[in-house]
């Protein structure tokens, strides 16, 4: 997989005759509704010889501009890189979004899209708008875009996946139950456990286990308390391990032998569920 700044690429449309199916969306968490778009996408393409890509933000818009409440983020860039390539997206172009960018009219930003690439398909979710509020697009307007600027090209839109209680899987529930402390709620939603990328961050062995400063996480975390996790090491390895939480810190006591720390470090935490103590 690719990556490109979007103004970037359409600075230097070097995929402008590139057949491609698209698929837009923050994509934070990375959930069972936004898998269900980029595998539709990603389908579609081998189907019918297409490149596939997804267009995403290097911030949430609706946070930027103060129309939602700020949350950290659900997944890191490494993590949403990693997840992307094994679902097959063969490019992945990422919006630096601004205040200027905002200002952008949903025809504006098709434009863009369709001068940077062949556009024969796009996949967006039911909830899907973008372009400056006044102006704004969803799934309705958006075919009619389509039409004047990539004739021929086509949209789909899936349908919500919904929980067990039929609520909506959105990255606002995940947000919602991971501050609950309902990780098994929360992997159901995910379709994996919720995995904290711990590569970036120093750590300290301690008697205790092993110990990070959670300060400079920029995750979201769930609430204080003991978990159970799986630790996955650079080389591969995992093991299980109960994790303690506070408004500072996060230690982390590994249930088995303790790996070399000098020649291997943490690369992720999967948190399971919330200990009964």
Not at 18 to 43: E, K, W, Y
Not at 65 to 90: C, M, N, W
Request: charged share 20%; hydrophobic share 40%; proline share 5%.
């Amino acid at each position: 997989m690719i990556r490109y700044d979007f103004m970037h690429l359409a600075a230097h449309p070097v995929l402008w005759q590139t057949p491609m199916c698209v698929s837009i969306g923050v994509f934070d968490g990375l959930h069972v509704g936004h898998m269900q778009i980029l595998n539709r996408a990603v389908t579609l393409a081998r189907e019918n010889g297409w490149s596939t890509m997804a267009i995403t933000f290097n911030k949430n818009p609706k946070m930027a501009v103060k129309a939602q409440p700020y949350h950290s983020r659900l997944t890191t860039e490494a993590q949403s890189t990693e997840i992307f390539t094994k679902l097959g997206i063969d490019h992945l172009v990422v919006i630096d979004f601004s205040s200027d960018f905002s200002k952008l009219t949903a025809e504006e930003f098709l434009a863009f899209i369709c001068s940077f690439c062949t556009l024969k398909a796009m996949v967006v979710g039911e909830d899907f708008r973008c372009g400056a509020p006044v102006s704004s697009a969803g799934p309705v307007q958006l075919q009619e875009h389509l039409s004047r600027l990539a004739p021929g090209a086509f949209l789909e839109v899936p349908p919500f996946v919904r929980t067990a209680n039929g609520e909506i899987a959105s990255s606002t529930l995940v947000r919602q139950k991971l501050l609950e402390g309902a990780l098994e709620e929360v992997q159901s939603m995910l379709g994996r456990p919720y995995s904290l990328d711990l590569a970036p961050y120093p750590s300290k062995f301690t008697e205790h286990g092993l110990l990070y400063r959670t300060g400079s996480f920029i995750q979201l975390l769930p609430p204080a308390g003991k978990y159970e996790a799986t630790m996955v090491l650079s080389d591969g390895q995992q093991c299980k391990v109960s994790m303690y939480l506070n408004e500072s810190e996060m230690r982390i006591v590994c249930s088995g032998k303790v790996w070399d720390h000098s020649k291997v470090r943490a690369k992720c935490l999967s948190i399971a569920k919330r200990s009964v103590t």
